[in-house]
């Protein structure tokens, strides 16, 4: 562990190193696996499934109360809830989105199409932005707690989160509120806000599998992946998780429900390997010519909407999913096939030309062949 961390100390964003290095090894083999390091996060054991847990009476409970949680999957359990979600009146949602960047703004626009408030804070000033957008932004967290959100949307790089959701002054805010997550790792969140949240809180994680680039025409048919860690079966939170996710649903999103732990072994398999050969791509500089094909064509888009995105949160689907670096030795484990697949033909044909020696052609006495060309098999193949 403590030789780990010194790699990681030392090596800052791997692909540089990764790539400036000259050698003809397509990735580096000796990066350390940072994504062990997400496992020795506890997760709470699934205990039985208890009665909802009481909200808070007082304001932050004590960290040992808060490892009392047990994720309550939303509309399930035997005790009916207290009020039925179709019971509740459907009033507009507060939403407060915690990260205002890139990701933040976009997601904000659909909340907004569909009829709801958004309130924003972000460790930048995005208060011009917000101000011809029409939406209420906050110089800090605490202030935006204060305006107690219904849904509390955390849109944070995945590497500032634990921060970020740490430093959440969560007695300012109701004690049912939704704590809901957009990062592209889902294990890591899930795990931490269950160990964060104060017990009566809702946890969604989500992942909009797409952003501003994939997203700019409309979110129709593009997968938006969720898992319900924990809705109490209080019929205000379930209404205020249902409502939450017809945001998306409205916008035509195709809606997947799946683990935090399944959605990371897909997308470690999925977008790790996408964006990675869209970084790899970058380092080539690649440009168009006036004779693309559209193979190119797509090579070219991928590599622009690879590096559209934060260099953070490249990083951070490497670092937060556990299954990220096998995917790195897979690829390049493909990587030297194909390369030995090539070169491998080219020793065959070059041992036959040296071996066999077909039929001997008559030469002049420069070694040349009667046709002009050298007799050199080797010299032949250039
Ligand atoms: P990002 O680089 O992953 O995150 C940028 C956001 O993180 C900004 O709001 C930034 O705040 C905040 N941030 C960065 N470092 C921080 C720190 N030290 N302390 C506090 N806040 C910090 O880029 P992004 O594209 O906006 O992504 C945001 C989240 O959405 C990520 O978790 C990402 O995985 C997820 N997501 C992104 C996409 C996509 O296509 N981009 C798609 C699905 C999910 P300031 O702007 O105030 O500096």
Redesign the pocket.
Same mark, same amino acid.
């Given at each position: 562990m403590a030789s780990s961390l010194r790699h990681f100390a030392g090596l800052g964003c791997f692909p540089a190193a990764a790539f400036s290095s000259g050698s003809t090894c397509f990735l580096r083999r000796d990066i350390p696996n940072f994504c062990a390091f997400v496992a020795l996060r506890p997760i709470r054991p699934p205990a039985a499934a208890t009665a909802p847990a009481k909200p808070p009476a007082s304001p932050s409970p004590p960290m040992e109360e808060h490892r009392q949680a047990v994720p309550i999957p939303c509309h399930s359990g035997d005790s009916p809830p207290a009020l039925s979600a179709a019971a509740v009146p459907k009033t507009p949602l507060r939403l407060g989105i915690v990260?205002?960047?890139?990701?933040?703004q976009f997601i904000a626009g659909g909340v907004q199409r569909q009829g709801h408030a958004v309130l924003a804070a972000?460790?930048?000033d995005y208060s011009d932005y917000c101000a011809r957008h029409d939406i209420r932004f906050f110089r800090s967290v605490d202030a935006l707690c204060e305006e107690q959100p219904d849904v509390l949307l955390i849109?944070?790089?995945?590497l500032?989160t634990e921060? $970020?959701v740490r430093a959440i002054p969560f007695h300012k805010l109701r004690p049912d509120t939704i704590v809901a997550d $957009?990062?592209?790792v889902k294990e890591f969140p899930r795990n931490l806000l269950l160990e964060v949240l104060p017990p009566g809180f809702g946890i969604i994680c989500t992942? *909009?599998m797409f952003? *501003?680039e994939s997203g700019k025409h409309g979110w129709g048919k593009l997968p938006f992946v969720f898992d319900k860690v924990r809705v109490t079966e209080d019929g205000v939170q379930v209404a205020k998780c249902d409502q939450f996710l017809s945001i998306f649903e409205q916008e035509g999103c195709r809606m997947v429900e799946m683990s935090c732990t399944e959605h990371d072994r897909y997308a470690a398999g999925s977008q790790f390997i996408t964006h990675t050969i869209g970084r790899v791509l970058s380092q080539l500089n690649l440009k168009s010519t006036p004779i693309n094909t559209k193979g190119y064509e797509t090579l070219l888009q991928l590599t622009k909407n690879t590096v559209s995105?934060?260099f953070?949160?490249y990083h951070?689907l490497f670092m937060y999913n556990i299954n990220a670096t096998e995917q790195l030795d897979n690829l390049e484990m493909a990587f030297e096939k194909v390369r030995q697949m090539l070169s491998g033909r080219l020793h065959d044909f070059i041992r036959k030309q040296i071996v066999e020696r077909a039929a001997p052609v008559p030469t002049d006495p420069s070694g040349k062949l009667a046709n002009g060309l050298s007799s050199s098999p080797a010299a032949r193949l250039l």
């Amino acid at each position: 562990m403590a030789s780990s961390l010194r790699h990681f100390a030392g090596l800052g964003c791997f692909p540089a190193a990764a790539f400036s290095s000259g050698s003809t090894c397509f990735l580096r083999r000796d990066i350390p696996n940072f994504c062990a390091f997400v496992a020795l996060r506890p997760i709470r054991p699934p205990a039985a499934a208890t009665a909802p847990a009481k909200p808070p009476a007082s304001p932050s409970p004590p960290m040992e109360e808060h490892r009392q949680a047990v994720p309550i999957p939303c509309h399930s359990g035997d005790s009916p809830p207290a009020l039925s979600a179709a019971a509740v009146p459907k009033t507009p949602l507060r939403l407060g989105i915690v990260g205002f960047g890139n990701f933040g703004q976009f997601i904000a626009g659909g909340v907004q199409r569909q009829g709801h408030a958004v309130l924003a804070a972000s460790r930048s000033d995005y208060s011009d932005y917000c101000a011809r957008h029409d939406i209420r932004f906050f110089r800090s967290v605490d202030a935006l707690c204060e305006e107690q959100p219904d849904v509390l949307l955390i849109c944070s790089s995945i590497l500032s989160t634990e921060g $970020v959701v740490r430093a959440i002054p969560f007695h300012k805010l109701r004690p049912d509120t939704i704590v809901a997550d $957009v990062l592209s790792v889902k294990e890591f969140p899930r795990n931490l806000l269950l160990e964060v949240l104060p017990p009566g809180f809702g946890i969604i994680c989500t992942h *909009p599998m797409f952003g *501003p680039e994939s997203g700019k025409h409309g979110w129709g048919k593009l997968p938006f992946v969720f898992d319900k860690v924990r809705v109490t079966e209080d019929g205000v939170q379930v209404a205020k998780c249902d409502q939450f996710l017809s945001i998306f649903e409205q916008e035509g999103c195709r809606m997947v429900e799946m683990s935090c732990t399944e959605h990371d072994r897909y997308a470690a398999g999925s977008q790790f390997i996408t964006h990675t050969i869209g970084r790899v791509l970058s380092q080539l500089n690649l440009k168009s010519t006036p004779i693309n094909t559209k193979g190119y064509e797509t090579l070219l888009q991928l590599t622009k909407n690879t590096v559209s995105d934060s260099f953070d949160l490249y990083h951070g689907l490497f670092m937060y999913n556990i299954n990220a670096t096998e995917q790195l030795d897979n690829l390049e484990m493909a990587f030297e096939k194909v390369r030995q697949m090539l070169s491998g033909r080219l020793h065959d044909f070059i041992r036959k030309q040296i071996v066999e020696r077909a039929a001997p052609v008559p030469t002049d006495p420069s070694g040349k062949l009667a046709n002009g060309l050298s007799s050199s098999p080797a010299a032949r193949l250039l």
